[in-house]
């Protein structure tokens, strides 16, 4: 299995501040056609998770443009620009080269 | 627009066998590309992968949970039901199932509401 290891585990951010998640997996997440396998989701209490972000830098419909991701090979990120009240949550990354995966989720808090 | 519904019993005993189905609507799975796959969540804890099938009948399951899932598919009634074996109250959990594309992938991209299953005596 690839493991995916994200920090911090919880962070507690301002309205109009930044954040950022990281993610790593135990392996490259490349793909032999060239894409890079790992997608964001959010979970917010008691919904069901909501992609964001897929491909490592795709923003899925809907998704706000103050939400970003970035990466290559093992090291991932998520970013928030300016963090609103609705972002509050849980984060995944999650890897879709192999047997899917998941990190252990961020918690956001605002 | 694409939806999916989980359905199933909220309560199975220890060694029952559980059925869940997904009732989908939005598209195919007879057209190419389309797949459904299903995930749980233990209480408190992190998302894990179940199964997947695809359009062609091409069906993945986790390492694990192999010898104890079933996955297939009715495109009839555009219906994926998944079979566990063997419930143990570690397999208590909310399952949800997912859209998602093969080739053309866009991450799990519409997730069901989730259905509750509760393994206990």
């Known amino acids: 299995d690839i493991v995916m290891t994200q920090s911090p585990l919880s962070l507690s951010v301002t309205p109009g501040e930044p954040a950022s998640i990281s993610c790593r997996s135990s392996q490259s997440l490349l793909s032999s056609i060239g894409y890079t396998y790992l997608d964001w989701y959010l979970q917010k209490p008691g919904k069901s998770p909501q992609l964001l972000i897929y491909?490592?830098?795709n923003r899925a419909a809907g998704v706000p443009d103050r939400f970003s991701g970035s990466g290559s090979g093992t090291d991932f990120t998520l970013k928030i620009s300016r963090v609103e009240a609705e972002d509050a949550g849980v984060y995944y990354c999650m890897q879709a080269l192999q047997a899917p995966t998941f990190g252990q989720g961020t918690k956001l808090e605002i | 627009q694409i939806t999916l519904r989980e359905s199933g019993p909220t309560l199975v005993k220890p060694t029952q066998t559980l059925t869940l189905t997904c009732t989908f609507s939005?598209?195919?799975?007879?057209?190419?590309?389309?797949?459904v796959g299903w995930f749980r969540q233990p209480p408190g804890k992190a998302l894990e992968w179940l199964a997947l099938?695809?359009?062609?009948?091409?069906?993945r399951y986790s390492p694990s949970l192999k010898s104890r899932l079933t996955i297939t598919k009715d495109t009839s009634k555009n219906q994926v039901v998944l079979r566990m074996t063997n419930m143990d109250p570690v397999d208590t959990a909310t399952y949800y199932c997912?859209?998602?594309?093969?080739?053309?992938?866009?991450?799990?991209?519409?997730w069901g509401q989730g259905t509750t299953v509760t393994v206990s005596s």
């Open positions: 997912t859209h998602r594309l093969a080739l053309r992938y866009r991450g799990l991209d519409v």
């Open positions: 491909l490592t830098s």
């Open positions: 099938i695809y359009w062609n009948d091409d069906k």
């Open positions: 939005g598209f195919s799975l007879s057209t190419d590309e389309e797949g």
